[in-house]
């Protein structure tokens, strides 16, 4: 999968806070898309799902994930992968990015983008950690459950 299996969607900006809410639900202004972060979104309920299914019944949106810590030595969070994969059939996001970086360890999230430190073995290419040697899985049901990776930050040797 490559950055073209991805539908363009023309212009976009992110659906932050209730600040920003409001004028777009009562006004419903010009705009092509809107980008969410996948982990505001990945609860049982409340204000903020009643929210994005305002905004989505009007706009394509896409999910953006900070969380999944793909760089990280620990296993793959398949919890996280289960609750973004209900966002994503409830919601029909355009496509679904997450940040390639680690986000904590030991089973410990740092709420921050940590970058990836190079593999000594082959030189100036990143290290994923266990997390990131996944292949697709075989239960994403279409395009709109594929995850792209993006925003690769890493460590200097």
């Not at 004028?23 to 972060?37: G, N």
């Not at 904590?104 to 000594?120: A, C, E």
Request: net charge positive; aromatic share 8%; hydrophobic share 40%.
């Amino acid at each position: 999968m490559n950055r073209l299996d991805f539908a363009p969607l023309g212009f976009g900006v992110g659906l932050r806070r209730l600040t920003t809410y409001a004028p777009i639900l009562d006004a419903h202004p010009t705009m092509d898309w809107f980008e969410v972060i996948s982990e505001n979104f990945m609860v049982e309920g409340g204000r903020p799902l009643q929210i994005l299914e305002d905004v989505r019944a009007h706009y394509p949106i896409v999910m953006h994930g900070v969380s999944l810590s793909i760089g990280s030595s620990d296993p793959l969070n398949r919890t996280y992968l289960d609750a973004l994969r209900s966002a994503a059939r409830r919601f029909e996001p355009a496509w679904i990015r997450t940040t390639c970086a680690g986000t904590g360890v030991g089973g410990r999230n740092l709420h921050d983008l940590l970058p990836l430190p190079y593999n000594r073995r082959n030189g100036a290419a990143p290290s994923l950690g266990a997390s990131g040697r996944f292949r697709k899985s075989s239960s994403a049901r279409s395009h709109r459950e594929r995850i792209e990776l993006h925003g690769v930050s890493l460590f200097a040797p």
